[in-house]
């Protein structure tokens, strides 16, 4: 072994938790939309969204769920928002997934709105309500749920209300401006 102290290091990191774990979500195959990092200032919020219907064969699935792709991710909140819109099969899924979103795509500078239809709806309201606390500090700003999905969830007066919320959160303490008494509730 030419550097000895070189695989230590590299060794030690990994058991210490340096790196990150290899997690499913690290594969586009396991989104239905995962938008691109962005530079900050090029989105003002991301969506994270969850669809109605859980996968429990993943291998099965179809090559692209129409209305997730064209409502949600490149159409609704095209020039708003990035879309993260997880394949889930359990509460478990769901995890994983929000935790790598946190961990590899978001920043504290921009808030973030979760959505959720369905069964999936149902994990992601159960998520917030444990995590409200930790959720509310890192950026978030709205959530919208509704117990069975349907087509139009996403409507224009949902993305009214993300709009005011995330203008809500651009004069909240952490970017250090009063808010204009306009904007209050």
């Given at each position: 072994?030419?550097?000895?102290?070189?695989?230590f290091?590299?060794?030690?990191?990994?058991?210490v938790?340096?790196?990150?774990?290899?997690?499913?979500?690290?594969?586009q195959?396991?989104?239905?939309?995962?938008?691109?990092?962005?530079c900050s200032?090029?989105?003002?919020?991301?969506?994270?969204?969850?669809?109605?219907?859980?996968?429990?064969?993943?291998?099965?699935?179809?090559?692209?769920?129409?209305?997730?792709?064209?409502?949600?991710?490149?159409?609704?909140?095209?020039?708003?928002?990035?879309?993260?819109?997880?394949?889930?099969?359990?509460?478990?899924?769901?995890k994983?997934?929000?935790?790598?979103?946190?961990?590899?795509?978001?920043?504290?500078?921009?808030?973030?709105v979760?959505?959720?239809?369905?069964?999936?709806?149902?994990?992601?309201?159960?998520?917030?309500n444990?995590?409200?606390?930790?959720?509310?500090?890192?950026?978030?700003?709205?959530?919208?749920?509704t117990?069975?999905?349907?087509?139009?969830?996403?409507?224009?007066?949902?993305?009214?209300?993300?709009?005011?919320a995330?203008?809500?959160?651009?004069?909240?303490?952490?970017w250090?401006?009063?808010?204009?008494?306009?904007m209050?509730?």
């Amino acid at each position: 072994m030419k550097y000895p102290g070189m695989t230590f290091a590299i060794v030690l990191a990994m058991f210490v938790g340096c790196m990150h774990p290899k997690s499913p979500y690290d594969h586009q195959d396991n989104w239905f939309v995962c938008d691109a990092p962005v530079c900050s200032y090029a989105a003002s919020a991301d969506i994270f969204y969850v669809q109605g219907d859980l996968y429990t064969n993943v291998a099965k699935l179809p090559p692209m769920n129409h209305y997730v792709q064209s409502e949600v991710g490149k159409g609704r909140f095209t020039g708003l928002a990035r879309v993260f819109a997880p394949i889930i099969s359990s509460e478990d899924d769901l995890k994983q997934s929000i935790q790598w979103y946190l961990d590899r795509y978001h920043t504290k500078r921009r808030p973030f709105v979760f959505v959720g239809e369905g069964k999936g709806g149902e994990f992601l309201k159960e998520y917030e309500n444990h995590h409200a606390y930790i959720l509310k500090r890192k950026g978030l700003v709205a959530s919208f749920y509704t117990d069975e999905a349907r087509k139009g969830f996403v409507n224009d007066d949902m993305i009214r209300e993300i709009k005011k919320a995330i203008s809500r959160a651009r004069y909240s303490a952490d970017w250090h401006r009063e808010m204009p008494a306009g904007m209050q509730n």
